[in-house]
């Protein structure tokens, strides 16, 4: 897919774990690890609202478009 999260990144580098994102966000872990992969078909507008709040970030710094040439396999 074209469309990549880089939520692990953004995790990395403000120092928090995923289970205390999910917390703070509202939702389960499993939803966020399915985010976190790349292993859902969308997201909602409000969830990247509580993602970028908590993380102190805009929506470009956790979705990348890759071009499927690039993408890996």
Do not use: W, Y
């Not at 909602?44 to 929506?59: I, V, W, Y």
């Not at 956790?62 to 690039?70: G, I, M, S």
């Amino acid at each position: 897919m074209p469309i990549t999260v880089q939520l692990d990144v953004m995790l990395a580098r403000r120092k928090m774990r995923s289970r205390e994102l999910a917390t703070r966000i509202g939702i389960s872990e499993v939803n966020l690890s399915l985010l976190k992969t790349g292993r859902v078909k969308g997201i909602r507008f409000e969830t990247l609202e509580k993602l970028c709040r908590e993380l102190d970030c805009q929506p470009g710094d956790l979705l990348a478009h890759v071009p499927e040439e690039e993408a890996p396999t």
